[in-house]
């Protein structure tokens, strides 16, 4: 099947991952198109509650596939609690997703419409001894989207977009410290909530997703800086970091329900 990996290109992408990865085609893929209408509101939601510590913030990567911000994971010093799931979740990384132009990019849509952006903050569930052990429970996960819109420059962003100059190439990393993850979401904490997978191989189906309802600003320049990464490495023929994105995936008659009316 895929002799170099999965990735996002024509021969790698999106499309061609069930041959390896026969669950692309489960019954609980994510991401999906949203379609607010359709979701219905249940009152017993929970507000969420996400309570990070930047001194948990470690380092930033180039995976080759996108870039992520990694969280030390061993205390319930950063935790995701309340919304639709039971007991805490440990922050462990956060990442991206954007697109070669800046009609595109976001893995979610909402009533068909696409975003630029689209940000992934993971946790994991604590009632399992680690990330790896989670990972392929069906409660195992817990990933916050939040859209990104262009406008202004959003200053908060700009740490994170700062740092990528240092991890330009698939498999560079650098420390990052210190930082606030909660500065990253926006003002309000709506929510609609499925029960979906992780977006990349091996598309485990262990995912309650928390897509919040309010996009965070980023500007066209600031979009830029995301495709100034690469997908290869050091010494490789350049590729530009873009359109890694996974399409909206067949609902096939999950729920999907709204915090708010």
């Given at each position: 099947a895929m002799s170099h990996g999965w990735g996002y290109g024509p021969s790698n992408g999106p499309d061609k991952w069930a041959e390896s990865y026969p669950v692309a085609n489960g019954a609980r893929q994510s991401p999906?198109?949203?379609?607010?209408?359709?979701?219905?509101?249940?009152?017993?939601?929970?507000?969420?509650?996400?309570?990070?510590?930047?001194?948990?913030?470690r380092g930033i990567l180039n995976?080759?596939?996108s870039f992520?911000?990694?969280?030390?994971?061993?205390?319930?010093s950063s935790t995701l609690t309340g919304g639709p799931i039971t007991g805490t979740y440990r922050l462990k990384q956060f990442h991206f997703h954007w697109g070669a132009s800046d009609d595109r990019g976001s893995e979610h849509t909402v009533n068909g419409i696409n975003f630029p952006c689209e940000l992934h903050l993971v946790h994991w569930n604590t009632k399992y001894p680690s990330f790896g052990?989670?990972?392929?429970?069906?409660?195992?996960?817990?990933?916050?989207?939040?859209?990104?819109?262009?406008?202004?420059?959003?200053?908060?962003?700009?740490?994170v977009l700062d740092a990528l100059e240092a991890i330009k190439?698939?498999?560079?990393?650098?420390?990052?410290?210190?930082?606030?993850?909660k500065t990253l979401l926006p003002g309000s904490l709506d929510y609609?909530?499925?029960?979906?997978?992780?977006?990349?191989?091996?598309?485990?189906?262990?995912?309650?997703?928390?897509?919040?309802?309010?996009?965070?600003?980023?500007?066209?320049?600031?979009?830029?800086?995301?495709?100034?990464?690469?997908?290869?490495?050091?010494?490789?023929?350049?590729?530009?970091?873009?359109?890694?994105?996974?399409?909206?995936?067949?609902?096939?008659?999950?729920?999907?329900?709204?915090?708010?009316?």
């Open positions: 999906i198109n949203v379609v607010p209408k359709e979701a219905q509101f249940d009152s017993s939601l929970k507000a969420l509650k996400l309570r990070y510590d930047p001194a948990n913030s995976n080759g596939h992520q911000v990694d969280f030390v994971d061993d205390t319930d052990d989670a990972a392929d429970k069906p409660d195992g996960l817990a990933v916050v989207g939040v859209f990104l819109k262009i406008g202004a420059a959003n200053p908060r962003l700009q740490k190439t698939k498999g560079k990393q650098t420390t990052f410290g210190n930082f606030d993850a609609w909530t499925y029960d979906g997978s992780l977006t990349t191989p091996p598309l485990l189906e262990s995912v309650t997703w928390i897509v919040l309802k309010e996009p965070i600003s980023v500007s066209p320049a600031q979009m830029a800086m995301f495709r100034s990464l690469l997908f290869t490495g050091e010494g490789e023929a350049a590729c530009c970091m873009a359109d890694n994105y996974r399409p909206p995936q067949p609902l096939k008659g999950r729920r999907v329900r709204a915090s708010f009316k």
